[in-house]
C-alpha cells in the first residue's frame, strides 16, 4: 500500500512538471534509480523489470521530453530509450551474436546514455543529447527490423510445432493432464509473443494459414478425455541403465539413446524436430547464420569427445561467413570433410548406411534447406558415434553389474526412501496382507503376475523402473490370452494352427495373422470377434490359465499350437520376477513381516 502510493505520487508529480525546473527533474530521475551506477548492480531479469516498472518510464519520458526540447519535437518510444541501458549493461542478453548492426546500435546507445546521465549530473542539456537519441534510434530500426522478421520466423516455426506435436499425444491424454497443461502454456506464450511484436493481425494471418492444426487443437481441448500420464520419455540415468543390464547383459541403447520410445514419443519428437530444422533454413534465407555456427558447434564437440580430433575451426569459419567468403560450394564441401572424418571413426556396421546418406545428399541443390539437410546428416552421424561408444561402454561395465548391481539398485532406492523422494505406501497396497498360509514369496509371485494380468495406472515404488516393461507385458499378456482362446475355438488341422499361432507369435492383428494361414471364413471370423471381447468367457479362461502357468512354470490347458507363446511370455515374466525378487526381497519380507 505505501509502495502504490509512493509510485501514484511520483506520477503525479511528473504530470505536473510542466514548469518544474531541469534540475528538479534530474534530482528525481537520480533518486528514482534511473542511473547507470544503480542499474548494474541488478541481474538482467531485475533490469528488465525495473525498466517496465510504470514510474520509471514516466521519469524516462520527463526527461527525454526536457532534454531534447528545442532541438526535435518527433513522437518517440520511450521504452526504446530505456532499452538502451540493457543493450548497454547486458549485451549478451539482448543479441543473439554481434554483427555491423548490433555493433552500431551497442556504440550510439553507450554514447546516449553517457550524454543522458551527464546532463542528469550537471542539469545542462544541450543539442547533443538529441543528435545522440537520433543517432540510437536510427540505428535501433536498422537492427530491430531484420532482427524481429528473424524473431517472428521462429515463433511461427515453434507455435506449429507445438500445435502439430500435441495432435500426436495419445488419444486417451486428458485435457488436465500435466503434458497437455504444459502444451497449451507454451501455445499461449509463442501467442502472446506474436500479439506482442506484430500485433492482432499477424497472428489471426498464422491462424488463417494453419487452419487445420489449429482448429484440431479447439476440438481436442472439448473432447479429450482419460488418463493422464507422461507421453515423452527422457535420457536414461546411470541407475536405469545398471537395472537395464541386471535384466538383460546384452542390453542396447537405440539411436536416441534410449532403450525404447512410445510411437506417441517418436511423433512428438519429430514434430520439434522439423521445427527446428525448417526454422534454420528460414534464418539461412535471411542471412542469419549463427545458429549455424551452433549446429557445427555441437558436431565438432561430438566428434572430439569420440576421437579427440578436432574437425573443424569455427573461428576461422565465422570470419570467412562474416566476410561473405562462405559459399554453398565451400559450405558443401566443409560437410564432405567432415564426413569423411566420421566414416574413419565409425564402427564398421555403420559405413553402407552413411555411405548410402551421403550419396543422396550430394544431388541436392544448394540451397539454406540442403545446408539443413546437410548439417542434420552430421549430427546424426555424430549421435551415432556417440551412441556406438555408450554401448562399447556398456559391454565393459556389464560384468561388474552382474556382480554388483543388486547392491547398487538397493543403495540407490534406499537413498531415495531417505530423502522422501519415495515410500513404500504403495508397495504395502500393493502386496496385501498375509493370508496365513501362503509364504512370502507366494505373496509377492501372485501380486506381480496380477499386475501383468491386469494393466494399472498405479505401481508400486519398488516396480517404477519396470513400468514400461510391464506395459508391454501387459499387452503381450492380453495378446497370448486371445490367441490361446482363438486357436482353441477354430476346428482347423494342427499344422495350419500351429502356423496361425507363429503368426500371431509377431502380428498383435488376429485377422491379419489367420490371413496369412488361410481363408477367413464366416465361423472363424466370428471366432476372432469373440476373442476381441474382453468379457469373453473363454478369454477369461485362458486368463486365468495362463497366470497360473507363470507362477507354477506347468503349461496346463491350452492347445498344443499355443504352448510356444505361454511360454515366451512366462520367461520374460519370470526374468522380472527373479530380478525383482533379487533387488527388494528384503523389503518386501519386512513390510509383509510387520503387516
Known amino acids: 500500500m505505501i509502495a502504490s502510493s509512493a509510485c501514484r505520487k511520483i506520477q503525479q508529480f511528473w504530470r505536473r512538471s510542466g514548469h518544474r525546473k531541469t534540475a528538479t527533474i534530474t534530482q528525481?530521475?537520480?533518486?528514482?534509480?534511473?542511473?547507470?551506477?544503480?542499474?548494474?548492480?541488478?541481474?538482467?531479469?531485475?533490469?528488465?523489470?525495473?525498466?517496465?516498472?510504470?514510474?520509471?518510464?514516466?521519469?524516462?519520458?520527463?526527461?527525454?521530453?526536457r532534454f531534447r526540447r528545442g532541438y526535435w519535437s518527433q513522437a518517440i518510444n520511450v521504452r526504446v530509450f530505456l532499452a538502451a541501458y540493457m543493450i548497454?549493461?547486458?549485451?549478451?542478453?539482448?543479441?543473439?551474436?554481434?554483427?555491423?548492426?548490433?555493433?552500431?546500435?551497442?556504440?550510439s546507445a553507450r554514447r546516449l546514455v553517457e550524454i543522458y546521465e551527464n546532463i542528469l549530473r550537471s542539469s545542462l542539456h544541450t543539442k547533443s543529447f538529441s543528435m545522440a537519441l537520433l543517432d540510437y534510434y536510427r540505428d535501433f530500426k536498422a537492427w530491430k527490423v531484420p532482427d524481429e522478421a528473424k524473431l517472428m520466423a521462429r515463433i511461427k516455426h515453434g507455435l506449429l510445432a507445438l500445435y502439430q506435436a500435441r495432435q500426436q499425444l495419445p488419444t486417451d491424454e486428458?485435457?488436465?493432464?500435466?503434458?497437455?497443461?504444459?502444451?497449451r502454456k507454451q501455445i499461449r506464450r509463442l501467442r502472446d509473443k506474436v500479439l506482442q511484436i506484430k500485433g492482432p493481425d499477424e497472428l489471426a494471418a498464422f491462424d488463417r494459414e494453419n487452419v487445420a492444426v489449429v482448429r484440431m487443437e479447439t476440438i481436442q481441448n472439448v473432447v479429450a478425455q482419460g488418463r493422464a500420464y507422461t507421453a515423452l520419455t527422457d535420457r536414461m540415468t546411470n541407475e536405469q541403465l545398471a537395472h537395464e543390464l541386471l535384466m538383460d547383459p546384452n542390453f542396447q541403447l537405440t539411436d536416441r539413446g534410449t532403450c525404447c520410445e512410445s510411437d506417441a514419443a517418436q511423433r512428438v519428437r519429430e514434430s520439434f524436430h522439423k521445427a527446428f530444422w525448417d526454422s534454420l533454413a528460414t534464418d539461412l534465407s535471411m542471412g542469419f547464420n549463427v545458429r549455424v555456427l551452433r549446429v557445427l558447434a555441437e558436431v565438432r564437440d561430438g566428434i572430439k569427445e569420440v576421437t579427440k580430433l578436432d574437425a573443424m575451426d569455427l573461428d576461422i569459419i565465422k570470419q570467412q561467413a562474416d566476410a561473405g567468403l562462405f559459399t554453398w560450394a565451400s559450405c558443401h564441401e566443409l560437410v564432405g570433410s567432415v564426413v569423411a572424418l566420421i566414416q574413419r571413426a565409425q564402427s564398421p556396421r555403420r559405413d553402407a548406411e552413411t555411405a548410402e546418406k551421403w550419396a543422396e545428399l550430394q544431388t541436392a541443390d544448394q540451397n539454406p534447406a540442403s545446408l539443413c539437410r546437410d548439417l542434420e546428416f552430421l549430427l546424426d552421424r555424430v549421435n551415432a558415434l556417440?551412441?556406438?561408444?555408450?554401448?562399447?561402454?556398456?559391454?565393459?561395465?556389464?560384468?561388474?553389474?552382474?556382480?554388483?548391481?543388486?547392491?547398487?539398485?538397493?543403495?540407490?532406492?534406499?537413498?531415495?526412501?531417505?530423502?522422501?523422494?519415495?515410500?513404500?505406501?504403495?508397495?504395502?497396497?500393493?502386496?496385501?496382507?498375509?493370508?496365513?498360509?501362503?509364504?512370502?514369496?507366494?505373496?509377492?509371485?501372485?501380486?506381480?503376475?496380477?499386475?501383468?494380468?491386469?494393466?494399472?495406472?498405479?505401481?508400486?515404488?519398488?516396480?517404477?523402473?519396470?513400468?514400461?516393461?510391464?506395459r508391454k507385458l501387459n499387452e503381450e499378456f492380453a495378446h497370448v490370452a486371445r490367441s490361446a482362446a482363438l486357436v482353441a475355438r477354430m476346428a482347423l488341422d494342427n499344422a495350419k494352427l500351429a502356423r496361425i499361432a507363429s503368426a500371431l507369435a509377431s502380428d498383435r492383428d488376429m485377422r491379419q495373422a489367420v490371413e496369412t494361414v488361410t481363408d477367413v471364413?464366416?465361423?472363424i471370423a466370428i471366432a476372432i470377434e469373440q476373442c476381441a471381447d474382453s468379457n469373453d468367457v473363454v478369454c477369461n479362461l485362458m486368463r486365468t490359465r495362463l497366470c497360473d502357468a507363470i507362477k507354477s512354470g506347468a503349461i496346463i490347458g491350452f492347445h498344443p499350437s499355443a504352448v510356444l507363446l505361454v511360454q515366451q511370455l512366462a520367461v520374460k515374466v519370470n526374468l522380472l520376477i527373479a530380478i525383482n525378487r533379487r533387488v527388494h526381497g528384503p523389503t518386501y519380507d519386512r513390510l509383509l513381516g510387520e503387516v
Not at 88 to 107: D, M, R
Request: hydrophobic share 40%.
Open 386 to 470: 556417440r551412441i556406438d561408444a555408450a554401448n562399447d561402454r556398456l559391454r565393459m561395465i556389464t560384468p561388474v553389474i552382474r556382480v554388483n548391481g543388486v547392491e547398487y539398485e538397493r543403495i540407490k532406492f534406499q537413498e531415495k526412501l531417505d530423502c522422501g523422494a519415495l515410500t513404500l505406501e504403495r508397495t504395502k497396497d500393493w502386496l496385501g496382507r498375509p493370508d496365513g498360509v501362503s509364504s512370502n514369496n507366494d505373496i509377492f509371485v501372485r501380486a506381480l503376475v496380477g499386475l501383468v494380468a491386469e494393466p494399472t495406472e498405479v505401481f508400486p515404488e519398488t516396480l517404477l523402473m519396470d513400468e514400461r516393461r510391464i
Open 28 to 65: 528525481m530521475t537520480i533518486k528514482h534509480g534511473l542511473t547507470t551506477d544503480y542499474l548494474k548492480t541488478l541481474s538482467f531479469d531485475d533490469l528488465v523489470l525495473f525498466l517496465r516498472n510504470n514510474t520509471t518510464i514516466s521519469c524516462a519520458k520527463v526527461c527525454v521530453d
Open 174 to 183: 486428458p485435457v488436465d493432464s500435466q503434458l497437455n497443461a504444459e502444451f
Open 88 to 107: 548497454v549493461l547486458h549485451p549478451g542478453n539482448v543479441f543473439e551474436s554481434v554483427g555491423a548492426l548490433e555493433a552500431a546500435v551497442i556504440e
Open 521 to 523: 471364413t464366416r465361423p
